[in-house]
């Protein structure tokens, strides 16, 4: 009976302890309830942002600090560039004809020479003597053969005689022919007005027929040779303005397309156009580097931007920035030959436009902008 009364009792203190600890799962459970659904200030705030209206495109850009220019229509030279050497106009080489003892030399390096003037004789002495004797004999044969042929006329000596003073008479001409031929070579003079650049040997020097005696150039007029593409070369004639830039002088002097070769380089493919410079005061000399800028195409009246402003896109196209109502507005353009920096606008920009020309490069459409002067 006692036992049975103890386990009543247990039972009892069991029930006990599980009610009690089924009230606070309870409790607990509402609380956790209550902390999801009751979300935190901060979060509310955060949740009404999110749910209100964005704000207008723009209104949060910063306003850009550009400086402008202002389109007009104007004029465009296209010019090939190129590089050259100078060149004397005109440029010769005198040589030995014969063999022979340089008896007279007649100029020094620096030397001015005139057409016509001897430059050196060549065993002149020798060669007169035997041009003088060629003649004398030629003379006398001539004047035996007009007394013969006289004579034969009246039948006083036989054909044989008469012959053989007429083949004289041809004979000793030809031996003077001849002679005049060396002597005229034992002499060498100028054919043309010039400077003496180079001399090869001196007095009484032996020399042989070649032998080079004198370089004398005329370089009044300077020539240079310029490489155009094959793309260019259409595009210049013979007249075409050319400025020359001589870096060494420091100063671009003004030239004219003389000639266009027909043949294109085999290795460039390019070809080559003569230029003619003059140079009447000798201040260009023959061996300086030479910058040419030759005009290929004119363009009149069109709109010309600075290549700088125009900006080129990944997509291909290109675009400008105008200031429009202090507002910076994006203009897609077309672009025509370029020169110097400058190009033509053929699309998107007219004269008169506010073009964005510094601080365009980070803008977008509609960005507000302060104009810096």
């Known amino acids: 009976m006692m036992k049975t009364k103890n386990i009543m009792k247990l039972i009892a203190l069991i029930l006990i302890v599980l009610s009690a600890l089924g009230s606070t799962a309870c409790s607990g459970s509402r609380e956790s309830r209550a902390e999801v659904t009751a979300p935190p200030e901060d979060a509310a705030k955060h949740s009404k942002s999110d749910t209100g209206e964005k704000a207008a495109p723009g209104s949060q ?21 190129a590089h050259g050497e100078t060149m004397a106009d005109h440029h ?50 001539e004047a035996t053969y007009r007394r013969l042929a006289k004579l034969k006329q009246d039948g006083l000596i036989s054909q044989q005689q008469y012959d053989e003073a007429y083949s004289a ?29 180079k001399k090869f040997v001196e007095k009484s020097e032996f020399v042989g027929p070649g032998t080079q005696l004198y370089e004398v150039i005329d370089y009044r007029t300077i020539i240079v040779e310029a490489q155009l593409a094959e793309s260019q070369v259409a595009s210049v004639s013979p007249g075409s303005a050319v400025m020359v830039q001589i870096d060494a002088l420091g100063e671009s002097f003004e030239g004219t397309v003389d000639k266009i070769l027909p043949t294109a380089d085999a290795m460039s493919k390019t070809f080559t156009a003569r230029v003619k410079i003059p140079n009447p005061d000798l ?41 429009n109502d202090l507002k910076a507005e994006r203009r897609e353009v077309l672009l025509g030959a370029h020169q110097g920096g400058n190009v033509i606008v053929t699309s998107g920009l007219k004269p008169g436009d506010q073009l964005i020309v510094m601080g365009h490069r980070d803008l977008v459409d509609g960005q507000p902008v302060h104009v810096i002067r």
């Open 61 to 81: 850009q910063n306003t850009a600090n550009v400086q402008i220019q202002e389109l007009q229509a104007g004029n465009l030279t296209q010019s090939a560039l």
């Open 92 to 141: 010769v080489v005198y040589s030995a004809e014969i063999q022979g003892k340089i008896e007279y030399l007649g100029f020094d390096l620096g030397d001015e020479v005139r057409k016509g003037r001897t430059l050196a004789r060549i065993d002149f002495q020798t060669l007169k003597a035997q041009s003088d004797q060629a003649k004398s004999t030629a003379d006398l044969a």
């Open 169 to 197: 008479s041809i004979n000793t001409k030809a031996q003077l022919a001849i002679a005049e031929a060396n002597l005229s070579k034992a002499v060498i003079k100028a054919n043309h007005f010039g400077i003496v650049s």
């Open 283 to 323: 201040r260009i000399l023959v061996g300086m580097s030479a910058r040419l800028k030759i005009d290929t195409e004119n363009f009149e009246n069109v709109v010309i931007a600075p290549q700088n402003a125009i900006i080129e896109e990944q997509s291909g196209a290109r675009s400008a920035f105008v200031v």
